[in-house]
C-alpha cells in the first residue's frame, strides 16, 4: 500500500514567490494533518482537516499561509508570499478513524531564499 | 509551549545496551505515543499507551506511563545501530497531537 505522497519533496524558490506543497492521504484516511519542522521550533501542527473540513487552523503562522482540501484524497498547503523564515520541512500526516496514531509522509524540504 | 518534553535532548550508548528515554507532560491526556524520525524522514509511530494502561511492549520496546507523574519512558532493549534515530513522544489534545522536541539517540556500533 502507498503512504502518505507529498510533492515536491525538495522546493528552492525565492523570497515572494507563491510555494504550493500538495499531500495524498493514505485512502480510507479521513484526518490529514499539516506541520512544520524547523531546528528551532520543532515540530509544530499548522492545521487539520476532518472529513476534509479545517477544523483548527490556530497553528496556521500568518495570512500568508492558507491549506485546502477540496475532496479526501488531495490537500494543498500554500504560502503566498513565501519569506526566508518559511524554510522548513513541512510533512503531512494523515489518520484514520478507528486510531489517533498518525502515519506520515516523507516530507517536503523549502528553501526560501 | 510544548506538551511533551523529552529527556534527555540526546543519548549516545553501545550497541547492544539499553537505551531509555523520558517524557514528561502538563496536562490530562487519553494516550500518549511514541514516533521515531529517521534523518532526513517522517515519523514512523511506535507504539500508542492509553492513559488507563501502565505498561505496554512491542517487540524490544517497552513504554510505561504515570499518568500520577504525568510522565512516560521508552526503552529499547538489546540496541542495534538501525536504532539511531530521534525519538518524539506525543500527547493528544482537543483531536490532534502535540510533539515533545525529542531525543536524538545514537548508537554506537
Known amino acids: 500500500d502507498a503512504g502518505v505522497i507529498q510533492s515536491p519533496r525538495h522546493e528552492v524558490t525565492e523570497m515572494g514567490q507563491e510555494v504550493t506543497l500538495r499531500c495524498k492521504p493514505i485512502s480510507g484516511h479521513n484526518s490529514l494533518f499539516w506541520y512544520r519542522q524547523t531546528m528551532m521550533r520543532g515540530l509544530e501542527l499548522l492545521i487539520y482537516?476532518?472529513?476534509?473540513?479545517?477544523?483548527?487552523d490556530s497553528g496556521m503562522p500568518e495570512d500568508r499561509f492558507s491549506a485546502k482540501m477540496p475532496n479526501a484524497s488531495f490537500s494543498t498547503l500554500k504560502i503566498q508570499p513565501s519569506e526566508p523564515r518559511d524554510s522548513a520541512v513541512y510533512f503531512c500526516a494523515s489518520s484514520p478513524p478507528w486510531t489517533d496514531e498518525q502515519f506520515f509522509g516523507p516530507g517536503t524540504r523549502l528553501t526560501v531564499l | 509551549s510544548q506538551q511533551g518534553e523529552e529527556d534527555p535532548q540526546a543519548l549516545s550508548i553501545q550497541e547492544g545496551e539499553n537505551a531509555t528515554m523520558n517524557c514528561s507532560y502538563k496536562?490530562?491526556?487519553?494516550?500518549l505515543q511514541w514516533y521515531r524520525q529517521n534523518s532526513g524522514r517522517g515519523l514512523v509511530h511506535l507504539i500508542l499507551?492509553?492513559?488507563?494502561?501502565r505498561e505496554k511492549h512491542s517487540g524490544r520496546l517497552r513504554v510505561t506511563l504515570d499518568t500520577s507523574k504525568k510522565s512516560s519512558s521508552l526503552l529499547i532493549t538489546a540496541s542495534r545501530a538501525a536504532d539511531t534515530a530521534s525519538y518524539f513522544c506525543a500527547t493528544d489534545r482537543a483531536q490532534k497531537l502535540v510533539f515533545g522536541q525529542g531525543t536524538r539517540l545514537t548508537i554506537n556500533p
Open positions: 496536562t490530562s491526556i487519553n494516550n
Open positions: 482537516f476532518n472529513n476534509n473540513v479545517p477544523i483548527d
Open positions: 499507551i492509553r492513559s488507563n494502561e
